[in-house]
């Protein structure tokens, strides 16, 4: 056995950013009021981090890939056979890793046109209006137990493979290295793959936050 690195630097910060954000954006939807503010902030970090993620797994190093762990069927049917290797998610951890990514995605678009019907407003309510809002605000709730169920899910996975498996998940995701008797280790995603990254997350984020919109009109001085 020896030390393989699998995940790089730029998505192990990835991966607790994200876990920090939807903490966030849990705690401050459950509290409410003067919080919201704070549940919209965590929103953008979340599009941020997703647009990241998206460019790093077509241009980042192997591992980081969609196209390295993608689950077909042919690798989930391995894997439930016992007859899948490599180094990276399984094809059962793909799929949600997958799946939440997509959830995230939901939850985040919906809650930035969204309302609550109290003090707060998504960032681009203006530009769906009330009718189309309310009817985004639903979808927002009805996904976050979707959220709920795959935060869940995940951490179940982990604690099964730490308890029943004897397979440390949360070690690689920390060091960026795991044992192994045969893999190459990550390559690619140099630096131009990770400024383009980072450009699109900034640029998603600086988009999902409104403020390129311009702002209302003054309203008409009451007339006497």
């Known amino acids: 056995m020896r030390q393989v690195l699998v995940w790089d630097l730029p998505t192990r910060i990835f991966h607790w950013l994200l876990a920090a954000a939807v903490v966030g954006l849990v705690l401050s939807g459950q509290i409410g009021g003067n919080f919201m503010d704070w549940h919209g902030r965590f929103g953008i970090a979340v599009i941020g981090l997703l647009a990241f993620r998206l460019v790093w797994g077509l241009a980042g190093p192997t591992y980081a890939r969609f196209t390295q762990f993608f689950p077909t069927p042919g690798k ?17 951890g793909a799929l ?15 809650g930035l046109f969204a309302n609550d019907d109290i003090a707060f407003n998504g960032p681009l309510y203006s530009l769906a209006g009330k009718g189309l809002s309310d009817r985004l605000a639903g ?19 982990i604690v099964f493979y730490a308890r029943v498996k004897k397979n440390n998940l949360v070690r690689p995701m ?15 995603g140099g630096p131009l793959a990770l400024a383009v990254a980072l450009a699109l997350a900034v640029g998603a984020a600086w988009a999902a936050s409104g403020a390129w919109i311009p702002a209302p009109p003054p309203a008409p001085p009451p007339a006497w």
Request: net charge positive.
């Open 96 to 110: 949600s890793v997958f799946g939440l990514l997509a959830v995230l995605a939901l939850q985040a678009a919906t």
């Open 76 to 92: 989930i049917l391995a894997y439930l056979r016992g007859e899948w290797r490599g180094l990276g998610h399984n094809p059962l």
């Open 139 to 157: 979808i927002h709730k009805l996904s976050a137990k979707l959220v709920y169920g795959l935060v869940a899910l995940h951490i179940g996975a």
């Open 174 to 188: 920390l060091t960026g290295r795991t044992e192994a008797d045969d893999g190459e280790p990550a390559r690619g």
